[in-house]
């Protein structure tokens, strides 16, 4: 049966990936010698579950789902600040900025792993971490400057309003991964408390 490799994410902001873009470039300014799969400023995004594939029939469970989901929530503002690397200074895999909002967006991750585990999809056993991944490093010994510069590189916080859920695919081409939309979802609750029904 056919499939698709599918995550649902969070998009930001168009200042928001501006910002995210110039500091991309400064970074990318400092590398030498050193492999960085910096991500295109079109597909930034913080992901909330990653599917991987799944079955061409399951596809619209999926969207139906984070619909479900979607609709417990009101609109929410996050704001995208600070920077870190996974898994740590010395092993530089992933410079990664991050997503100040510890209310809603960690409700929203639970209830998308408890409403798709009962789909049959496998539960993430790490704990929930948002933030938006800016680039993979594929030489990690060459790398503790670039993810020095980058720890101690200042990123300004700017906010950002949250209103929908997307259902992204991950399509994979000769060049690299594009994402297409598979479906929208509005957060759409009037419950101003910002907490889900």
Known sequence: MPSRRLFIAVDISEEARRRAADHIDKMRALVDGVRVGWERAE???VTLKFLGKVD????????????????????????????GVFPRLKQP????????????LPKIAADLESRLSVLGFEVEERPFSPHLT????????K???LAEAHLQSRFEPVEFTVTEL???????????SVYGVVSKHPISSPDISLSPR
Do not use: C, M
Not at 95 to 102: D, F, K, S, V
Not at 134 to 141: K, P
Not at 166 to 175: A, F, G
């Open 43 to 45: 597909k930034l995004h």
């Open 143 to 145: 790398a503790k400057r």
């Open 134 to 141: 800016i680039g993979r490093i594929r030489e990690q010994q």
């Open 166 to 176: 997307v259902v992204y695919e991950s399509i994979l081409r000769p060049n690299g």
């Open 93 to 104: 895999r992933v410079l990664w900025l991050g997503i100040n909002e510890e209310r809603v």
């Open 56 to 83: 061409e029939a399951d596809v619209a469970h999926v969207s139906d789902t984070t619909a479900s989901v979607a609709a417990g929530f009101a609109p929410f503002r996050i704001a995208l600040a600070g920077t």
